[in-house]
């Protein structure tokens, strides 16, 4: 009951944020930002492990880092710094639950996904001669296509919806800041983004069923 009481919050306060808190004062915008995302670190908190006590650790640090990174993003270097480190956490935590291999017609799509990013937004700022940024947009893309991956290999519904919705939510935010303008791009990133960090933080709770050799066995 609680849990759905928070949960409630947190969708309340991204609507709020998202569409009623204006650009300034910045301080304030920030502040209003960080609720959601406090919520959501709560809500995990309030999840029971059912898999594995560790990949709850793992995802409410990454959560935490995430959090941070939602204030530093104003200066865009250290924010990208920071989520990068929040993806290597979400990475330990579907590392540890990876118990199947990438299917060959799933990676294929995600890695060619992934060059064309890298060409058309990376590349657009060597064109412009930023080198370092599009080094570094190239690392981030890696590392948070790295994420998904290792996030289908859990399995877990609701870590690999919260791990494409991420994908989908730092897309729309690098093509707008780099390459052309998306109408409604707050919108569209902020709402994905808060989702994505709940459908990770609810995985949480997921049951992982693995099947042994043996037929007339199940394993839980």
Known sequence: ?????????????GIVY????????????ILMKLIPMALIILFALMTRPLFSRTYKRIIIGGLFV??????????FLPGLITFFIGHIF???????????????WVAAPLLLYGAGMAIWVAGSQFSAGQTVLGIAIIAYIGVILTMGWMAIRTRMSLAIIGALLFI???SVLAIDRFV??????????????YAAQVFIAASIGSRVVKYSVNRNNLIR
């Open 18 to 29: 998202i569409f009623f808190i204006p650009a300034d004062p910045v301080g304030f915008k």
């Open 180 to 193: 052309l303008d998306i109408p409604y791009r707050d919108a569209f990133v902020m709402v994905t983004y």
């Open 168 to 170: 989908f939510s730092d």
């Open 90 to 104: 979400y990475i330990f935590a579907f590392r540890h639950g990876a118990k199947k291999p990438m299917p060959i």
């Open 66 to 75: 995430c959090m941070i990174a939602d204030g530093v993003i104003y200066w």
């Open 1 to 13: 009951m609680v849990r759905n009481l928070v949960l409630t919050a947190i969708i309340v306060m």
